[in-house]
C-alpha cells in the first residue's frame, strides 16, 4: 500500500523539513506489524512528493497472538496489502510532528495552508466510491476516485486523489481518522483510548462535520459506551460544562484530553445498563448530568434525581428540561429535594441507586445513616459509588500534600479505606461489592476516580 504526499509550494522541497525526511535518503522506520519505508521520488523546488510504503509482516501480525483461531484468515485476508489502520499508525509513528503540527526549521510553513496533493491506494472502502468525496470534501479537499478492477468486476479498493490548500498537519489527521472509517474493518489498535486518539486527532474538524456520526461510529467500530462519549465531547448543544459555566469549544476538545466527569457519567451509565436496571435514582444528582445522560436511552422508564441543594436541582430541571428545541418536558424524570441521610418513601422501588462523588461531601459520621437509608431502608439491587481515589493525589501538580480536590469534601479515600468500608457495608447489608477505577490509572497510585458496584 502507498501514499503520496506531494506540494508545489515553492521552494517544494521544504516538505522534507515538514516531514522530518531529508529527500535525498531513504527512510526506514521498524514498526511491531512491519516495516514503513519513505523515500522522495521527485524532490525540485517547483514540486516535492514524499512516498511512504509500509509493508506489513503478515506472519508477524499474527504471531504472540496465542491462538490458532482464525490464523488462516488472517492470513489471506487483505490486511497486509491495504490502506487500513495499519497504516494510519504508521503515519502516526512516521511523521509524528508533522501530524502534530510542528517542525524545527520551518514552523511557519507548518501553520500555513499548503497547496497538497495525496494519493492512497488501494484504499478499501465499504460502501459506494461517493464515501470517500462525502468524508474528504466537506474538509476542504478536491476528490478524485478510481474504483481499481478486480478480476470478477469492480472491487472495493479504489484508488483515492485527493487536492487541496490545508496545513499539513490537518491534512495528515484527515487521512488518520478517515482512512479506518472508509474500510470499516476491525481495527489493528482500537482500544479504550481510541475516544481521545479521534478526538485529539480529529476534534477540531470532526466537531462540524456532516457525517460526523458516521466517523465516529466506524471509526471506534460501533462500541456503544465509546461512541456515546466521542459524540457526547462533539456535540455542544449536548455537553453542558457545570463546573466552570461555559460549553466546550473545538479548542478544549482538541487540547483537553476527556474530561473526567464525562468519563465517570459514561461509566455509571454503562454498569446501570449491565444491570439491566430501569427505574434508577440519582442520590446527590447535583445539576443532572447523570440523569440527562440516561433520559437519552429509553431504557430507563424512571429516572429520580435527588438532591439537597435547592440550587442544584433547579439547573438540573433547566438542563432537563430544555433538551432539543420543540421537546417537551420528559415524564419520565422527577426532582426531589431531600438528604440522604433521612429515609424518603418517595425514590423507593427503584432497580439501582447512584452516588456519583456524593459520599465525601457528608462528615464521616453521618455515613452510617447514609448506609442505613440506601443499603438497610430502599434497597435497591445495585448501589454505583464513586469517589476520589486519595492514592492518586500526588499525581496532581497543584494540590498540596494532604489536601482534598474540592474546598466541600469532608474526605478523600485511598483505594484500601473505599475497599474497607464497601466491605463493610456488603456483610452487614447482603451485598456484594465489586470495585474498578475511571480515567487513567497510574501504576502505582491507580485511577483519579474509584468505583465500588454494590449488588445484592
Ligand atoms: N452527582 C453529581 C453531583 C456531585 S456533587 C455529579 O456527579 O455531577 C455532590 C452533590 O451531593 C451536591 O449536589 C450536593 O448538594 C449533594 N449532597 C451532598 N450531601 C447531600 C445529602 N446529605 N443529601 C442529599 N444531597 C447531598
Known amino acids: 500500500m502507498f501514499v503520496s504526499i506531494s506540494t508545489t509550494h515553492r521552494p517544494a522541497t521544504d516538505l522534507g523539513f515538514l516531514l522530518m525526511k531529508h ?19 521527485q524532490a525540485q523546488e517547483a514540486r516535492c512528493e514524499a512516498v511512504l510504503i509500509l509493508d506489513i509482516d503478515p506472519i508477524g501480525l499474527v504471531r504472540g497472538r496465542g491462538s490458532a483461531e482464525g490464523l488462516l484468515d488472517q492470513y489471506v485476508n487483505d490486511r497486509p496489502y491495504v490502506a487500513s489502520s495499519f497504516l494510519s499508525v504508521a503515519l502516526n509513528r512516521v511523521f509524528r510532528s ?14 500555513m ?20 468525496r462525502a468524508l474528504f470534501e466537506p474538509l476542504g479537499w478536491m ?53 481521545e486518539k479521534l478526538l485529539a486527532k480529529g476534534g477540531a474538524w470532526l466537531q462540524t462535520h456532516p457525517k460526523r456520526e458516521l466517523v465516529i461510529r466506524r471509526y471506534l467500530k460501533r462500541r456503544g459506551a465509546l ?10 448543544e449536548e455537553v453542558f460544562d457545570g463546573e466552570s459555566g461555559r460549553t466546550a469549544g473545538a479548542e478544549d476538545i482538541l487540547e483537553a484530553p476527556l474530561r473526567l466527569h464525562d468519563l465517570r457519567i459514561e461509566a455509571v451509565a454503562a454498569a446501570l445498563t449491565t444491570a439491566g436496571a430501569s427505574a434508577v435514582a440519582d442520590l446527590g444528582c447535583g445539576e443532572g448530568k447523570l440523569l440527562a445522560r440516561l433520559a437519552r436511552d429509553q431504557r430507563f ?54 452516588l456519583i462523588e456524593v459520599i465525601e461531601h457528608l462528615d464521616p459520621d453521618r455515613l452510617p445513616a447514609l448506609a442505613e437509608v440506601v443499603f438497610g431502608a430502599a434497597r435497591p439491587a445495585t448501589v454505583i459509588v464513586t469517589t476520589p481515589n486519595a492514592d492518586h493525589n500526588v499525581l ?50 491507580g485511577p483519579p476516580t474509584q468505583m465500588a458496584v454494590l449488588t445484592r
Open 23 to 41: 529527500p535525498d535518503r531513504v527512510h526506514e522506520v521498524e514498526l511491531a506489524f512491519g516495516r514503513a519505508v519513505v523515500f522522495f521520488p
Open 98 to 111: 508533522a501530524m502534530a503540527g510542528t517542525s524545527r526549521e520551518r514552523q511557519d510553513l507548518a501553520a
Open 113 to 132: 495552508a499548503l497547496p497538497l496533493e495525496i494519493i492512497v491506494t488501494p484504499l478499501p472502502v465499504r460502501g459506494s466510491g461517493d464515501l470517500v
Open 143 to 195: 476528490v478524485e476516485v478510481e474504483r481499481i478492477a478486480g478480476e470478477a468486476g469492480p472491487s472495493r479498493y479504489v484508488r483515492a486523489r485527493l487536492a487541496g490548500i490545508l496545513r499539513l498537519a490537518d491534512a495528515l489527521s484527515h487521512l488518520y481518522v478517515l482512512m479506518p472509517v472508509l474500510d470499516d474493518d476491525k481495527h489493528y489498535w482500537i482500544g479504550d483510548d481510541e475516544v
Open 227 to 236: 461512541v456515546r462519549a466521542a459524540l457526547a465531547r462533539l456535540a455542544p
Open 301 to 354: 422508564t424512571r429516572l429520580i434525581g435527588l438532591d439537597a441543594s435547592m440550587r442544584a436541582l433547579e439547573r438540573a430541571a433547566d438542563r432537563l428540561k430544555i433538551g432539543r428545541i420543540g421537546a417537551t418536558r420528559d415524564e419520565r424524570i422527577s426532582l426531589l429535594h431531600g438528604v440522604l441521610t433521612y429515609r424518603d418513601a418517595r425514590w423507593q422501588g427503584v432497580d439501582a441507586a447512584a
Open 396 to 445: 496532581f501538580p497543584t494540590l498540596a500534600a494532604g489536601a482534598f480536590r474540592h474546598p466541600d469534601h469532608r474526605f478523600e479515600w485511598t483505594r484500601a479505606e473505599m475497599q474497607a468500608w464497601a466491605g463493610t457495608i456488603a456483610s452487614r447489608y447482603g451485598y456484594r461489592a465489586v470495585h474498578s477505577g475511571i480515567g487513567d490509572a497510574h501504576p502505582e497510585f
